[in-house]
């Protein structure tokens, strides 16, 4: 059954503000979460990403501070009324932004503090006064201990990525903040998973919580169409730029597994003409902003980033997610996934299995539950020989096979040259087309929201890369007396200037 956000009778301000968001119908988890929230309930609730979590708890939350919406200008009036923590700087950046925009027609204050910034505009703003806080841990005991912020009249407290907060090691903090807020409180803990860690946090901090599961934990969203092809190494540079143009595809999101094969990656795609950026945990903070910024705003059409970038950004129409390597951690492959089909839009996620990825994929298997079938995918007939295929052998369930192909490359110190390669591959199969799109979404060119006229960087990629990023060196010219090639005759200029 779908609710609509006109049945919660809602003040005037935030219903205006939702209307503008184009929001209709509730989401399932702000359908179950608001109206207890609104109760003044404590929550445990278990969410997707992108399920419209963040509506769930600010929506109510606004809702029940109206009480205390007024114009003055004195800092005094506005108190930290509700506390919102969350892991990331990135998450706790786009929950602000999102706070903002539903609270845009109160006059209800709110602003956001992280590490890695100046403190001296986010005590600036503190000290104005500020109803919402939306925060990370460590920054916001800096400000504590600065006497920053005074938290004896919060009301509310969200523990957002919860499991993701415990990951990180920020238990301790979280106990010491919680520690300075009054007793007499609402707190909403929303967690991807219920672990023992979080159950137990829960039993420490919250009162007789409503438990709302809107999906199974570490099931993955069924708007998202999901592959798995096996692909070498040293191919898949070439097979992302090859679906990217079958597909249509104008953004997508490129998962490595580390920091230094991220940036190389995203150098490389430069290099060859891609629209690309990089979101690694090495960049500094304003380094990530912008790149998260390009890429929201259209400017940028692939992000190749690691799993800092995986958790809860909320990038809209997000139409791809590649996993270049396969996530080590099998939980991450659901939330690097979640960054496409959000909201029930469709979603393609493309994961890139080699013949080392045999546990890892026996993990994945195992958290979803399912078998995960690889498929075939024929190379471009133009850059390939013909009969070069993947045949979409379970790589993970063929030891043997693995075996063999990694001692014939140990053997021979490399992966072997081109007709070596070919000569292993299984001529005896037939060659499989690749499969239709599944969605009709893909049959008909993605659209961004904006930059909507510009033609994907791949397109462009055909010709040589006429733009260089300024991260990227250009070759040093060798002097033309070191060449080795014969030097040509010198033939007279004449100079007819
Ligand atoms: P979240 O899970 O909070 O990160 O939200 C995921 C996305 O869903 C965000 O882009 C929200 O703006 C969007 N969203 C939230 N609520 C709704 C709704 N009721 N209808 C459609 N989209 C929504």
Not at 164 to 169: A, E, K
Not at 202 to 231: G, M
Not at 266 to 287: F, V, W
Not at 323 to 347: C, L, M, Q
Request: charged share 25%; glycine share 6%.
């Amino acid at each position: 059954m779908t609710l609509s956000f006109s049945q919660l009778s809602l003040s005037p301000s935030l219903e205006r503000a939702v209307a503008e968001m184009g929001y209709e119908n509730m989401t399932p988890i702000q359908a179950q979460a608001i109206p207890v929230v609104l109760q003044g309930r404590d929550v445990m609730g278990a969410a997707q990403t992108g399920t419209g979590k963040t509506a769930a708890f600010t929506l109510p939350l606004l809702q029940r501070m109206m009480k205390h919406d007024n114009t003055s200008t004195s800092p005094a009036r506005h108190p930290v009324r509700a506390l919102v923590l969350l892991p990331t700087r990135e998450l706790a950046d786009q929950v602000a932004e999102q706070v903002k925009l539903y609270a845009k027609y109160t006059n209800l204050r709110s602003t956001v503090v992280f590490g890695g910034m100046d403190m001296k505009p986010q005590t600036a703003e503190l000290k104005k006064g500020v109803e919402v806080l939306v925060a990370t841990p460590g920054r916001l005991l800096d400000h504590i201990e600065a006497k920053n912020c005074v938290l004896n009249q919060v009301e509310y407290v969200v523990l957002d990525e919860a499991d993701r907060m415990l990951d990180i090691g920020f238990l301790p903090d979280l106990q010491r903040i919680l520690s300075f807020l009054p007793k007499q409180r609402t707190t909403l803990l929303f967690s991807a998973t219920f672990s023992t860690e979080i159950k137990r946090l829960a039993n420490s901090y919250l009162q007789d919580p409503v438990t709302i599961e809107v999906a199974r934990s570490n099931a993955t969203a069924s708007t998202v169409e999901q592959h798995f092809y096996r692909v070498e190494d040293d191919d898949k540079r070439g097979v992302l730029k090859q679906i990217l143009r079958e597909r249509g595809l104008k953004q997508a999101f490129v998962f490595v597994n580390s920091k230094l094969g991220c940036a190389r990656l995203a150098r490389s795609l430069e290099r060859e003409g891609l629209n690309t950026t990089a979101l690694h945990g090495d960049k500094s903070q304003d380094e990530r902003l912008k790149a998260l910024e390009a890429f929201k705003s259209g400017a940028v059409d692939l992000l190749v980033c690691t799993d800092v970038a995986a958790r809860g950004l909320d990038i809209k129409d997000v139409p791809a997610v590649f996993n270049f390597d396969i996530p080590f951690n099998a939980e991450d492959y659901v939330h690097r996934i979640g960054r496409t089909g959000r909201a029930g839009a469709s979603g393609l996620a493309v994961s890139f299995v080699s013949g080392r990825d045999t546990r890892l994929m026996g993990d994945l298997e195992k958290l979803l539950g399912k078998k995960l079938e690889l498929e075939a995918l024929e190379l471009e007939a133009d850059k390939r020989p013909a009969g070069h295929f993947n045949d979409g052998q379970r790589a993970w369930q063929q030891p043997e096979t693995a075996r063999e192909e990694r001692d014939i490359r140990e053997s021979r110190g490399s992966r072997g040259s081109r007709p070596e390669r070919e000569a292993r591959a299984p001529s005896s199969r037939p060659v499989r087309a690749p499969r239709a799109p599944a969605d009709p979404l893909f049959d008909k060119p993605y659209e961004p929201s904006l930059a909507a006229e510009a033609t994907p960087s791949w397109e462009a990629a055909q010709k040589p890369a006429s733009r260089l990023s300024p991260n990227i060196k250009t070759r040093k010219k060798v002097p033309a007396l070191f060449k080795s090639a014969p030097v040509a005759p010198v033939t007279p200029v004449t100079d007819n200037s």
